[in-house]
């Protein structure tokens, strides 16, 4: 199935992103993050829970001073005085969130569920009372039962509700299983847009999330480096290139500042990057072994699906114990050494050793004392 309408991000960072445990943003790092994500054109930005305090809701208030082209909304539980806090913010948009599965409307609201429906309409109705756009959050909505998600929607849109945001809280779904659901509920209430928000647990977010979007989901909810809850939600980088790469679909997000988004928010939120994270992981674009460096010296799209300058990154050649000479060659033409294949072969012995001994690829200048102390090379012609 092609996707073929609009594809909105409703970027998390702030919220659920800061949710991740441990992970605290000062005003400045905000506020930086936001005009980050608008100078990529990313179209809504979640940037708080106002009913956390004053500290939060002055922090979200600078964000609405800045006067960004990204609509600014709040997170909030489905109640007036939550709703009326975001108000005081000066947004225009809220999330109100409601738990939709039995499981936690039993065992953690101790309701049923005519009093979530009831909840819904009233906080609904004072947040459009006061024209506010309003996205509806459905927690834990991937364990509910599908009929009871289709009446919420048909209250949220008879009520003038503006999207229904299915979550898989839990992040237990796979994404056969997301297409369908999001599927069902797009035929079965097409008047209202729909959201995905999906959690790494299982490793599945990026995943689901593009499932989502090829049901019909024109929002989805991400995170720069993937962060948030536990094992965290899908990756703003991952998402905005899987669609690109993976379904030939181009967001409008400009993407050569994702290395330096990432590493700022890695920074900011004291949780490093692996090298090897995808998309925007320092050695993604490393190439080592004799048959893929070969290959990627003579045309990078041998072994690159895509452009490392898209997001901000260089290639490299690395060095190391599955090496071909090939590669220790443009290694060395890089630090420019011109060696030559009878050259390059009692070198690659002795990377190979080094390499071994030290259980990693060589540095230049590991390289460099090798070239030095290697005096039975011959003349290059």
């Not at 299915?166 to 797009?186: E, N, S, W, Y």
């Not at 490392?308 to 290694?331: D, M, Q, Y």
């Amino acid at each position: 199935m092609t996707i073929d309408h609009d594809i909105i991000i409703d970027d998390t960072t702030l919220r659920d992103g800061e949710q991740t445990a441990g992970v605290v943003f000062s005003k400045r790092e905000k506020i930086a993050i936001a005009r980050m994500l608008d100078a990529i054109g990313v179209g809504e930005i979640e940037c708080g829970i106002p009913a956390m305090g004053e500290e939060e809701r002055s922090g979200i208030r600078s964000l609405v001073d800045l006067g960004l082209n990204a609509r600014l909304i709040t997170w909030n539980r489905a109640l007036v005085p939550e709703i009326e806090a975001s108000i005081a913010c000066g947004v225009g948009a809220v999330d109100i969130s409601l738990s939709v599965s039995d499981q936690m409307i039993t065992h953690k609201l101790r309701k049923n569920r005519d009093a979530v429906k009831e909840q819904l309409k009233v906080a609904l109705g004072f947040a459009k009372q006061h024209n506010l756009y309003v996205s509806v959050g459905g927690e834990d909505a991937s364990r509910a039962d599908m009929a009871f998600l289709v009446e919420l929607m048909k209250i949220t849109r008879a009520m003038g509700g503006d999207r229904f945001r299915f979550c898989d809280t839990l992040g237990i779904m796979d994404p056969f299983t997301m297409f369908d659901k999001v599927a069902f509920l797009r035929r079965a209430v097409p008047e209202i847009d729909i959201e995905v928000h999906t959690h790494n647990d299982l490793g599945m977010a990026t995943a689901n999330a593009i499932a989502g979007i090829r049901a019909g989901a024109k929002y989805v909810n991400t995170t720069i480096n993937g962060l948030g809850e536990r094992a965290g939600n899908a990756a703003l980088e991952e998402v905005v290139m899987g669609l690109k790469h993976a379904c030939g679909v181009d967001t409008g997000i400009t993407t050569h500042r994702f290395r330096e988004m990432s590493l700022f928010v890695a920074t900011a939120s004291r949780r490093p990057l692996s090298v090897s994270k995808p998309v925007v992981g320092k050695r993604v674009f490393a190439h080592e072994s004799g048959l893929h460096a070969d290959g990627v010296i003579k045309d990078p799209r041998n072994y690159e699906g895509f452009d490392p300058a898209e997001v901000g990154l260089t290639r490299s050649i690395a060095v190391g114990k599955h090496s071909g000479t090939g590669g220790l060659i443009e290694r060395y033409r890089g630090m420019g050494i011109s060696v030559d294949r009878t050259q390059a072969a009692p070198l690659l012995e002795l990377t190979r050793v080094m390499s071994c001994q030290r259980k990693r690829d060589l540095t230049n200048g590991e390289l460099m004392a090798i070239y030095c102390a290697e005096e039975t090379l011959p003349k290059a012609a």
